[in-house]
T-cell receptor, first 114, second 109 residues
């Protein structure tokens, strides 16, 4: 969905490096999410935010941190990347006026940690 | 512990109706059940959502029995372009999202 953009789309980094993945949205939604996807494991929630001052841990937050700089921007950081963080990362939004199960996903960032 | 379970893979042929069932354990009684479609190298895309009974839109139908212990996504007259991974999504009593692991659907000519 072009309304949710992620940068970079692909990134290769080395073990121990700090890396930031960025997400921007023009949908005007307050709720934003970061997911990780591994083959055969589906989507796992890392962090979510219901507004600029609200940050919540998801299922697998260890090793990650987030920043909600504005309603439209939600960044995910890997403090010290490790190889098992190699995965596809998705940002998503949802409308607080609707069901929060109806989410709009970005195109994903493919991260490889060597 | 809330959980959603769906078949790992299915295959069918063009023109057939395909039904994918998701089992829900201990999901919230008052929240929606939602299905998504994902193509390779893309984010998941919302297909349909329902609370109970039957919901139909231009691409699919969703059947949810009264006990809400399962849901069935029905794709009528599939084509090759319906080859994708399909996810069901519910939530638990604390409104934590519970994603299924996905069903890889392969449509053959």
């Amino acid at each position: 969905d072009a309304d949710v953009t992620q940068t970079p789309r692909n990134r290769i980094t080395k073990t121990g490096k700090r890396i930031m993945l960025e997400c921007s949205q023009t949908k005007g939604h307050d709720r934003m999410y970061w997911y990780r996807q591994d083959p055969g494991l589906g989507l796992r929630l890392i962090y979510y935010s219901f507004d600029v001052k609200d940050i919540n841990k998801g299922e697998i937050s260890d090793g990650y941190s987030v920043s909600r700089q504005a309603q439209a921007k939600f960044s995910l950081s890997l403090e010290s990347a490790i190889p098992n963080q190699t995965a596809l990362y998705f940002c998503a939004t949802s409308d607080p006026q609707g069901s929060y199960n109806e989410q709009f996903f970005g195109p994903g960032t493919r991260l490889t940690v060597l | 512990l809330a959980k959603t379970t769906q078949p790992i893979s299915m295959d069918s042929y063009e023109g057939q109706e395909v039904n994918i069932t998701c089992s829900h354990n201990n999901i919230a009684t008052n929240d929606y059940i939602t299905w998504y479609q994902q193509f390779p190298s893309q984010g998941p895309r919302f297909i349909i959502q329902g609370y109970k009974t039957k919901v139909t839109n231009e691409v699919a139908s969703l059947f949810i029995p009264a006990d809400r212990k399962s849901s069935t996504l029905s794709l009528p007259r599939v084509s090759l372009s319906d080859t994708a991974v399909y996810y069901c999504l519910g939530s638990d009593s604390n409104y934590q999202l519970i994603w299924g692991a996905g069903t890889k659907l392969i449509i053959k000519p």
